[in-house]
């Protein structure tokens, strides 16, 4: 569900992950060593070792983990607690864990057993088979397999909260902007598998909740699952609660995520165990059979596993309702979850015929770019996989000649293709772009690139340098990360690092639309606009003391007035999309009015901008200072600003979310 709380640009935390201390050896010195062998003995032992330490050095509640290995379960075992004030602990078998966005491969596979029978078409628009109509936007039309593949093209829309909570046909009535052409780039879209869901219910002719259930969860034998946002009855006693820091003891309420999701959500429903787990990962490592029952048949397997779709050159394909996460050589499908203390993960080795199956009930500690859960789920499959598939390292290319020039090609800031867009929030990203995430590729005279944690999903929070060992192909300074450009006409267009799966991509922003030119200028304009209506005041304070001359008189006097009320109105107009920015307006229910308001407030210091041009002509021409002169072009060219960047960055739009 990768759902962003509060807002998608503020919500990234991190931590350094303890694991990595915790286990027995290094990732690199497992490069080229002999395989441990992957048994159940080894397995527990090895996990036993590891996990613990990483839940206490990270502080995390629990972790529930479960193997799959040859068409047998190897190991399903818990640690730490689901309920620490109870002193409940983890049991594979019976705590229920939230898997976040995980659920979307079982709406995936839902849509894929209708495919399977005729009723749905991966390649047909989905306009055939929804009772509204989505916008055509661009000349393609938007398929299924553009929403399972994340290529549809949606804008990322805000979390809100509603209370009650929407239900699935008005969460998908609320159609998020078009912003690229379907098939082109990814942008990951919770509100892409949701419509795909709720597709699945109006030609199954069942809630989707209840269609995975007798179609996927209850054939499966998963007893102790559940696809619904608000947990059955049977279950709730066995569910894990969720925390933030293990040592507060705090539970984080999941309201706040029943409220931002539908009642029925595709993209997130699911809570399950490690050992239920067990039986979905065998079905899809065995060709879609589990015992007697075939989920999907085996040439529907290997389509919905295949590449789909790839957004750049080199970089990891998307498949149908799943990622590619290939790893020291290693081909690894799977997806995973993340919500507020809930994290969870799949991944499947298909070639070994593996699974490994994490999920956790707490968030951990923040020190860096992702909370501490998040790495330590990645971090712990990746030594799983040094440990019982070793590849040797691959040596360290030589730098290739063109590393100077492409260096310089490549820098820049770019933003994430999962960006929101038409509507005031595209200006409150920009500014905590600039503040907060500065996402800028940076250039060495050695030839290297620098790139920040933000933009390459770095899990330690630090910048990497990488050296280009061809084309536009760049491997990190003494590890082996990689990074890929798509190059368009002699320009970088996008980058992508395989430090993630391919769910979106960081694309090139030009000068003009760049929070580093933008956000300056922006804070230069206000800086004006402020310091004139201070010296307005002090000026008229003067006045009534005897202490300045008087104020000009007939149409210079007019207009002087004129320009320093615009500059007022701009003042304002700034300090209320501050407010809006610091409340966390689109995150907010009801705050449509208020934004109306500032928008309005707008569209005057437009008009304003025009008086401020009009007096700045006219203080030129009078008899006036050179530096009243100055400071009137100086505040029609603050207004003029303001006026340009409403309209770009979309703070006065029609469109709101």
Known sequence: MRIVFRSIVTSCAAAILGIIAAAPVSAQSLHGSSAARLDRTDLEAWLDGVVPFALQEDDIAGLAVSVVKDGEVLLAKGYGYADIDKRIPIDPARTVMRAASLSKTFTATAVMQLVEQGKLDLNRNVNDYLDFKIPDTFAQPITLRNLLTHTAGFE????????????????????????????????????????AGYIVARVSGEPISTYIERHVLQPLGMAHSAFEMIIPPALRPFTAKNYGLASSDEILSWTPVLEMMPTEAPAGALATTADDMTRFMLANLQQGRYGDFQLLRPQTVQLMQAPAFVPIPGAQPVSLGLFRYDYQGHRIIGHSGDGEG????????????????????????????????????????????????????????????????HAQLAAGEYIWSRQQKGDYQEALALIIRFLVLKPNIRANPDGTIETPAFLTFQQNGRSQRWREIGPFVWREVGGDAHLVMKVVQGQVRSVWSDQSASFWVDLRVPLLWSARFNVPLLGLAAGVLLLTVLSWSFAAVARQCGRQEPRLADQPGRAYRLGRLAALLGTVYVLAWGVALVADFPSTVGVAPWIRLFQLIGLLCVIGAGVAVWSAWLSCRARRSLWAKAWSVMVALALLYLAWFSFAFHLLSVHLQ
């Open 156 to 195: 990322e829309t805000a979390y809100r909260r509603y209370s009650p909570p929407l239900t699935l046909r008005q969460h998908v009535l609320m159609i998020p902007e078009r912003i690229y052409p379907p098939g082109e780039i990814t942008a990951y879209s919770n509100y892409g598998l949701n419509l």
């Open 342 to 405: 809930a994290h969870s993960d799949m991944r499947l080795l298909p070639d070994e015929r593996v699974g490994v199956f994490i999920a956790l009930n707490g968030d951990g500690a923040s020190q860096g770019l992702f909370p501490a859960a998040l790495n330590l789920r990645s971090k712990l499959f990746e030594r799983f996989v040094d440990r019982y598939f070793p590849r040797p390292a691959a040596p360290q290319e030589p730098a290739a000649d063109t590393a100077k020039q």
